[in-house]
C-alpha cells in the first residue's frame, strides 16, 4: 500500500530558483492538499483540490501554484523560492466529505525544503 | 473566524502516568474535531475523530478524548503512557467542507 508519495524528501534552493514538490496517491482520493508545517505554527494549508481541474486557496496561498490534471497527482510549484519558504511540506489526501467518518486526512511523509 | 489552541506546548511525563493534552477550539458553527499524532520523521496520522453523539471520543493506542461543547474544549487523555507515545500531538477542526484547521502542536515526551 503505497497511500501518498512525496517526492524528493529533501531540497536546498537557491533564493529565486523554481521547482516542483510531487505528490501521488493511489486510494482513488478526490480531496488532496498541500500544508506547510513550521515550529510553533502547526500545519498551514496552503491550496487544495476536490477534484481534477478544480483547485482553490488555502490560509497562506502566496508564492506557489498547483495544478491537479489527474486524480492521482497534485504537483505543487514554487516559482521563486524565498528563504520564508523554507519548510516542511506535507501532501494530505482523503475522500470529499472531509468530515465524515469515512474521510480521514492520509499524509505523505513530507519534503523537507531549504532556501538559502 | 476558526481557530485551535493548543495549550501546551510541551507535555513532559514519566512512563505509566495519565497524561492530557489540551486543546480549545473556537467557531461559531457545528464543528467536527479531530487529533492527529505525528511521530520523528513521518507525516501525521488520525488517532481520533468526534463528529457527533457520544461527547467522549475512543480512538488508537488507548487514548480518548472528550468533546465539551460549553467550554469548547476537546481535550486529548490517556490513563497509561509508554515511551513509545513520544511524539507531537495536533488537535485539528473542520471548518467546513473542505478545511482542516490545526493547533501549533504539543510535543509529549515521556520518560523512563
Known amino acids: 500500500n503505497a497511500g501518498v508519495t512525496q517526492t524528493p524528501k529533501f531540497q536546498v534552493l537557491k533564493t529565486g530558483q523554481s521547482m516542483t514538490l510531487q505528490c501521488a496517491q493511489d486510494?482513488?482520493?478526490?480531496?488532496m492538499s498541500w500544508y506547510r508545517q513550521d515550529p510553533g505554527m502547526g500545519l498551514r494549508l496552503i491550496h487544495y483540490?476536490?477534484?481534477?481541474?478544480?483547485?482553490d486557496q488555502g490560509e497562506v496561498p502566496n508564492g506557489y501554484n498547483v495544478s491537479r490534471s489527474t486524480t492521482e497527482d497534485f504537483p505543487l510549484r514554487l516559482l521563486s523560492a524565498a528563504p520564508s519558504q523554507t519548510s516542511v511540506y506535507f501532501c494530505?489526501?482523503?475522500?470529499?466529505?472531509?468530515?465524515?467518518?469515512?474521510?480521514?486526512?492520509?499524509f505523505g511523509n513530507g519534503t523537507r525544503l531549504t532556501v538559502t | 473566524a476558526q481557530s485551535v489552541t493548543q495549550l501546551d506546548s510541551q507535555v513532559p511525563v514519566f512512563e505509566e502516568a495519565p497524561v492530557e493534552l489540551r486543546c480549545n477550539y473556537s467557531?461559531?458553527?457545528?464543528?467536527?474535531l479531530f487529533w492527529y499524532v505525528q511521530y520523528p520523521n513521518q507525516g501525521l496520522q488520525l488517532l481520533l475523530k468526534?463528529?457527533?453523539?457520544?461527547?467522549l471520543v475512543k480512538g488508537i493506542n488507548g487514548f480518548e478524548a472528550e468533546f465539551n461543547k460549553s467550554q469548547t474544549s476537546f481535550h486529548l487523555r490517556k490513563p497509561s503512557v509508554h515511551i513509545s507515545d513520544t511524539a507531537e500531538y495536533f488537535c485539528?477542526?473542520?471548518?467546513?467542507?473542505?478545511?482542516?484547521?490545526f493547533g501549533a502542536g504539543t510535543r509529549l515526551a515521556v520518560h523512563p
Open positions: 483540490s476536490v477534484g481534477a481541474g478544480i483547485t
Open positions: 467557531s461559531s458553527v457545528s464543528v467536527y
Open positions: 494530505a489526501s482523503s475522500y470529499v466529505e472531509l468530515g465524515t467518518a469515512n474521510s480521514p486526512l492520509h
Open positions: 468526534y463528529l457527533s453523539g457520544s461527547t
Open positions: 485539528a477542526v473542520s471548518v467546513g467542507y473542505n478545511k482542516l484547521i
Open positions: 486510494m482513488n482520493h478526490e480531496y
